[in-house]
């Protein structure tokens, strides 16, 4: 959004002038504006890196509390995959219904869940107790869990243990009398392998998470550095010298006038500005002509960024159809896509800033010009500077006569008139910009003296006459 060659521009112009900002704004939007410039000129990607930078760092903690939850997580995987792998092979016991064994008391009680798994070692408190037991209140808590689940395998017909079915055979009951069968459990490693799988998740999960967080580090530093030298860059360039309405409080009821920022005259002052009429004020210029600018202006040509063009008028604009055909889309896409190609060429046809530089390099090397004694340098002014480069444009410079131009169908008759009723009248502004060029207004095609016609279109008499 900024304007092409705005760096080589201010590069150019901190090299002999010290610049100052003169807004109608307020202080806030200068300072924003200022900051803005800088980063561009320090080659930043972001326009507001205070922002991004919070934003960024949200980021980062967040980043950081799911890799520390990783990795809680993966160490608890990790040392329960370690445990689990106790059993790595299938086993079985066999148990008589009925029968009591200390194994199979234990065995039975792990289908149910009621103590963890642990290798059966003697004696055989290990296999009954929780792990952490101390008091005899466990030792009888535990048998009693033991004497729950004998109840509910002797009452239930099937318990699921893994892949393996323990159950009750009902040919086996004839006439009350049952018949003992050896039961078989078997447990399967299929849970280590779960157990596996979810710590190899987790450390995939790690590893992405850890180089998210070394990326979103080195873009966070990258913003704290360039925000930095954003920051010096300012200083350098602009410093405190920003007058805005915030600091002079009749800024928006008259015009500018360089005595708010230079009290004491400001004849080594040059404006540089894309408005002319905010300057208007008889008491700048030389001629003493109300509503021109001072001498010391440099008019640059506006400067809209073509993709807010038609901004201005969003809310006048009518509504838009949209039933259109999917052709008229086609052919607004086609249109957006030339309007983008012609944007990226934008950099070689705008080169203002490069000229009004170039402008104020020649102005500097001839205000100290090493012909110049101190004498003749303290008469100088800059507005009596430009006002001499003006002129050799089209004036009389090194022998060569005066441009005479005469205007055809630019300028109003009455307009025509109020430019010749005397030295206090305004000029016309096509008057004003050819004369300040050093050039002759003529009101009539002379053939012995004009040397130029400007014309607003072909065939007019004074055309034709020439």
């Known amino acids: 959004k900024l304007r092409p060659h705005l760096t080589e521009f201010l590069q150019e112009a901190m090299n002999g002038y010290e610049i100052s900002v003169y807004t109608a704004g307020t202080r806030t939007y200068a300072n924003e504006v200022t900051q803005l410039i800088c980063r561009h000129m320090v080659g930043a990607k972001v326009d507001d890196y205070e922002e991004w930078i919070a934003y960024m760092r949200e980021i980062l903690k967040e980043t950081q509390e799911v890799l520390q939850k990783a990795r809680n997580q993966s160490q608890y995987q990790s040392t329960g995959t370690k445990k689990s792998k106790r059993i790595t092979q299938p086993r079985s016991v066999t ?79 004839k006439g009350g009398t049952e018949r003992k069968k050896r039961k078989r459990v078997s447990f399967e490693a299929s849970v280590n392998e779960d157990l596996e799988e979810r710590a190899q998740r987790y450390k995939e999960l790690i590893k992405k998470s850890t180089e998210e967080v070394e990326r979103i580090q080195k873009e966070l530093a990258q913003a704290e550095r360039m925000e930095a030298l954003a920051v010096d860059l300012r200083k350098k360039i602009f410093g405190s010298r920003i007058v805005s309405r915030t600091d002079v409080g009749d800024l928006g009821r008259d015009v500018k006038s360089l005595r708010r920022v230079f009290p004491c005259g400001g004849t080594l002052a040059t404006i540089v500005d894309d408005r002319e009429d905010v300057w208007a004020n008889a008491t700048n210029n030389s001629t003493g002509r ?51 190609a012609s944007e990226t060429n934008e950099g070689d046809d705008e080169r203002q800033l490069l000229w009004t530089a170039d402008i104020l390099k020649r102005l500097h090397k001839r205000y100290y010009s090493e012909t110049l004694s101190d004498i003749e340098r303290d008469s100088l002014t800059v507005p ?10 089209l004036g009389s410079v090194e022998g060569k006569a005066a441009s005479r131009l005469v205007f055809s169908g630019l300028i109003p008759i009455h307009k025509q008139q109020q430019s010749s009723d005397g030295p206090k009248k305004p000029r016309f502004s096509v008057i004003r910009y050819a004369e300040e060029l050093g050039a002759i207004v003529q009101p009539n095609v002379d053939r012995k003296t004009t040397s130029h016609v400007v014309a607003a279109r072909d065939g007019t008499d004074k055309i034709k006459q020439a």
């Open 95 to 173: 148990a008589t219904a009925g029968a009591t064994t200390p194994d199979t008391k234990i065995d039975l009680l792990l289908t149910l869940g009621k103590i963890p798994k642990k290798k059966k070692t003697a004696p055989l408190l290990n296999h009954v107790t929780n792990k952490n037991r101390t008091t005899s209140s466990d030792e009888k808590k535990a048998d009693e869990d033991i004497e729950e689940a004998m109840v509910k395998l002797e009452t239930s017909k099937d318990v699921d243990v893994g892949a393996t079915t323990v159950g009750e055979d009902a040919s086996s009951k």
């Open 290 to 340: 109300p509503g021109e600018p001072p001498d010391n202006l440099l008019l640059v040509r506006p400067y809209h960024w073509k993709n807010f063009l038609g901004y201005a008028d969003v809310n006048n604009a009518s509504g838009v159809d949209i039933s259109s055909s999917s052709e008229d889309k086609k052919q607004q896409e086609s249109s957006t896509t030339q309007k983008n």
């Open 384 to 393: 009596g500077i430009l006002k001499q480069m003006r002129r050799e444009v």
